[in-house]
């Protein structure tokens, strides 16, 4: 488990305990049509290390994408991918990854967000939003996981 005190502050880092066995977590995690209700429909995703696929963000007008590369896939335990949303004004290219252990009778799930330069305004306002935003999303993914 990693302290506050050796938090990157350049990094997004957000621990959650699941009551769910770590296979459990890992099909919410790489299964499409599970994803979909917690996360987002992603059209080619496979959790095979050089997958690329998109994520769609049905939320804007029109419709945004997320080009994504698997670059980590370790059945179970580790989801890496790159996250580059393609129609942003200032485009940034950050790596997404989900760690998975055994925790108990249940599982603690790391998501880790890096790429960000804190130095650049935007860049730490985005930092800052998407923190929020995943802490949010992991609650969907408590809830599509108390229904599986």
Request: overall charge neutral; proline content about 5%.
């Amino acid at each position: 488990m990693v302290s506050d005190s050796e938090l990157n502050p350049a990094a997004v880092e957000i621990g959650s305990f699941f009551p769910q066995a770590p296979a459990v977590v890992w099909r919410a995690l790489t299964e499409p049509d599970l994803m979909e209700r917690w996360l987002m429909q992603s059209v080619g995703f496979a959790a095979t290390t050089g997958t690329h696929f998109i994520f769609i963000l049905p939320t804007t007008q029109p419709s945004s994408e997320i080009a994504c590369e698997v670059l980590t896939a370790r059945l179970g335990e580790q989801l890496t991918h790159t996250w580059f949303d393609l129609r942003a004004d200032h485009p940034a290219r950050w790596v997404l990854d989900w760690t998975i252990q055994p925790q108990g009778r249940g599982t603690r799930l790391l998501l880790t967000q890096t790429g960000f330069d804190i130095n650049d305004r935007r860049q730490k306002m985005a930092r800052n939003a998407m923190e929020r935003g995943w802490k949010s999303t992991l609650l969907r993914l408590r809830k599509v996981l108390d229904e599986t």
